[in-house]
T-cell receptor, first 114, second 114 residues
Framework: DAGVIQSPRHEVTEMGQEVTLRCKPI?????LFWYRQTMMRGLELLIY????????DSGMPEDRFSAKMPNASFSTLKIQPSEPRDSAVYFC????????????FGSGTRLTVV | QKEVEQNSGPLSVPEGAIASLNCTYS??????FFWYRQYSGKSPELIMF????GDKEDGRFTAQLNKASQYVSLLIRDSQPSDSATYLC??????????????FGTGTRLAVRP
């Protein structure tokens, strides 16, 4: 299995632009998580899905952030409009039976908003 | 009080020594506990998980759980320079609101001196 695949690896954009991050989970995993990591705040959960349905989006910072999972093999996280404070590494992770085995993380997308 | 707390470090140990990494959590109902290793610029990778009080060993790594004290630790025996990384403690907190998500500590940076 190729693992959790995220794209792009790096994204540099100007303030006010729309940014779309993409994730393909491991086949057979029924949970998908979006995290954001910064030096100051560590890993913060933004939203997670179970069987393509959003379960908890309480970590989404504000209405500028949205996430979708149209099918079991694809998810997007969109920021519109982007702001410099959104600069961070965004990780996607997937899992099956979370309590048994934890998550597998993707390689992350490093977002810089200038 | 943070939900999952770790000393940020750095923890510096000489090669061959035992490194002891500690984590406390706030919710007595927490069910499962995970240790992740994150090299600089990389994504977190799962090292170990533990559910029951006591010790769990895997090679040079031992996870220890004490639910009464709300404390989980990771011991690394015969530390190697390649163990130098940030170690993240993650907890599936108790209660309905936590569901299947993991809450991460901010990590402890370990430096193993040759």
């Amino acid at each position: 299995d190729a693992g959790v695949i995220q794209s792009p690896r790096h994204e540099v954009t100007e303030m006010g632009q729309e940014v779309t991050l993409r994730c393909k989970p491991i086949s057979g995993h029924d949970y998908l998580f979006w995290y954001r990591q910064t030096m100051m705040r560590g890993l913060e959960l933004l939203i997670y899905f179970n069987n393509n349905v959003p379960i908890d989006d309480s970590g989404m910072p504000e209405d500028r952030f949205s996430a979708k999972m149209p099918n079991a093999s694809f998810s997007t996280l969109k920021i519109q409009p982007s702001e410099p404070r959104d600069s961070a590494v965004y990780f996607c992770a997937s899992s099956y039976k979370i309590r048994a085995a934890g998550y597998t993380f993707g390689s992350g997308t490093r977002l810089t908003v200038v | 009080q943070k939900e999952v707390e770790q000393n940020s470090g750095p923890l510096s140990v000489p090669e061959g020594a035992i490194a002891s990494l500690n984590c406390t959590y706030s919710d007595r109902g927490s069910q499962s506990f995970f240790w992740y290793r994150q090299y600089s610029g990389k994504s977190p990778e799962l090292i170990m998980f533990i559910y029951s009080n006591g010790d769990k060993e895997d090679g040079r790594f031992t996870a220890q759980l004490n639910k009464a004290s709300q404390y989980v630790s990771l011991l690394i025996r015969d530390s190697q320079p390649s163990d130098s990384a940030t170690y993240l403690c993650a907890v599936n907190l108790g209660g309905k609101s936590s569901g299947d998500k993991l809450t991460f500590g901010t990590g402890t940076r370990l430096a193993v001196r040759p």
